[in-house]
């Protein structure tokens, strides 16, 4: 069971993220709060949303493929990263033991992420953590960097070490700061260079992703449910939010310096704050209402990019880019 959080890796391509933005409404994730919990219309509209930009970009990002298929796609990569730290910390003269649970898997088999469930946000909150760890399996080899997981054999191997030892295979693993990487983060960007978004790094392509990065990523405004949603969070005693969005990010930034018991403390906090935000959401028609705005803005990015849209599409054929596995 996997019961640290390991620091943010800064080389996750933005491609990946995007990605995210697009296939989440077609995949429902969610969130959730405290106390009882509304429930209507709005809880099911997210799961019913189409974006026009599937049809460009599937093929590229690996949207719309099945849970099998997907399952299958991060176990070889998980694998694959796994190799790929081990050969650099071969090369700087560490042991080092392969941990394929390192990154989590999807959840599979009829548990997908519902964060408009308040049953599964009563359990997962926004799902940043793993619920319930047993008591006294909170990882002890921890960093300023990151904590290995309980699970991981090179727990075993620290344990062996002198602590000058330990300190110098930590920061060969971890790298020395945010700028200076380790072999986490160099094998996580060796993967993203070989993952089928690539396409967008090519001369032809790099305007497009940076006119469809700036329309995903720069939000158009505070939107009229973003207002009815932050007051009702703020008569809920959650004020200071300004957009939805801000109440997972206020979560993740603090998983960024928690270890220790003070993932516990930050894990009951993620639920009471995501229940809270689901009935607000739920409250105010925010998922409908906010669907209606993106619809619009990705139609009108379709509209004026669609023959850079089929060449990406047409590219990606021709070269044989696809997310499926053997």
Known sequence: MRIGVSRT???????????LGISACSNASRSLSAGEV???????????????????????????????????????????RESLIAQCMHENGFDFELFVDRYPLPIQDGEPWRRDDPVWVAEWGYGMQNPNPEPGTIPVHSTSRG???????????????????????NRAFWGESLENYGCLDTAELQLQEEQPGSIFETEEFRPLFNAWRDMMMVPPGISDADLDWANCMADAGHPGFAQQSDAATSIALGLHNATGSSLAELRQKEIE??????????????????????????????NDHRAELEALRDAAEQRGIEWSVD
Request: with cysteine; charged share 20%; proline share 3%.
């Open 38 to 80: 509304t429930t209507g219309d709005a809880a099911e509209s997210d799961s019913s949303f189409e974006s026009p930009l599937n049809e460009y970009l599937s093929l590229v990002l690996g949207i719309g493929h099945s849970p099998a298929e997907s399952l299958r796609w991060h176990e070889t990569r998980n694998m694959h």
């Open 273 to 302: 704050l995501a229940l809270i935000d689901l009935n607000c959401r739920n409250a105010v028609d925010y998922t409908a209402r906010q669907n209606a705005d993106r619809l619009e803005r990705e139609t009108q990015f379709v």
């Open 9 to 19: 890796i800064q080389s996750f391509s933005i491609a990946f993220a995007l990605v």
């Open 147 to 169: 904590i290995l997981d309980e699970n991981d054999p090179n727990v075993a191997l620290l344990v062996e070490m002198s602590q000058s030892e330990a300190d110098a295979w």
